[in-house]
């Protein structure tokens, strides 16, 4: 099983549009989790953070369930400038390889 | 906005040559690190590099490869004997101390192809 497992999409939807990405990991040591957006051939940039409790920034949020090692972000009122990758990042203090990445979601905001 | 900033952006080498991959990290910060993404496939952490030191690095990372960082703003990734399979887009991130919610930042990548 892979540490980090996303839907690899894509995701097609018009602008305006809810969407929603899932995402779950498998080594119960994880202790925090990122969401990163990277373009075309581009770095991965850092979207937010995720928390325990759920948290927002605007037209996006993410939430986090431990018990169920499940990550999920939901974009609202998609607009152009969110088609990308969406990847699940994953971050352990212990193991060789701290910080793990998911393969990415494909998002296409069309308008 | 502080970026980690990486040199070259493209890099062409033939096979069985060494490569030197260059990355200033954000000046404040003491944590580096090198991933790679092959075309099409995820992020792959390589290295990461603390206090002068290799901190942990994954199976990728052989004797082929090594990290210096030579001047205390440089921070290096060398690759010796290059071969086909090394062609990836390779990423320097840097943050500023290690713990929970302490993202990193990455640089725009140098895209490294091997001929």
């Known amino acids: 099983r892979k540490e980090v497992e996303q839907d690899p999409g894509p995701f097609n939807v018009p602008e305006g549009a809810t969407v929603a990405f899932n995402c779950t990991y498998s080594n119960s040591a994880s202790q925090s989790f990122f969401w990163y957006r990277q373009d075309c051939r581009k770095e991965p940039k850092l979207l937010m953070s995720v928390y325990s409790s759920g948290n927002e920034d605007g037209r996006f949020t993410a939430q986090l369930n431990r018990a169920s090692q499940y990550i999920s972000l939901l974009i609202r009122d998609s607009k152009l400038s969110d088609s990308a990758t969406y990847l699940c990042?994953?971050?352990?203090?212990?193991?060789?390889?701290?910080?793990?990445f998911g393969k990415g979601t494909r998002l296409s905001v069309i308008a | 906005e502080p970026e980690v900033t990486q040199t070259p952006s493209h890099q062409v080498t033939q096979m069985g040559q060494e490569v030197i991959l260059r990355c200033v990290p954000i000046s404040n910060h003491l944590y580096f690190y090198w991933y790679r993404q092959i075309l099409g496939q995820k992020v792959e952490f390589l290295v990461s590099?603390?206090?002068?030191?290799?901190?942990?690095k994954s199976e990728i990372f052989d004797d082929q490869f090594s990290v210096e960082r030579p001047d205390g703003s440089n921070f290096t990734l060398k690759i010796r004997s290059t071969k086909l399979e090394d062609s990836a887009m390779y990423f320097c991130a840097s943050t500023t101390k290690l713990g929970p919610n302490q993202p990193q930042h990455f640089g725009d990548g140098t895209r490294l192809s091997i001929l």
């Open positions: 590099f603390y206090n002068n030191e290799i901190s942990e």
């Open positions: 990042v994953v971050f352990r203090f212990s193991g060789n390889t701290p910080l793990v």
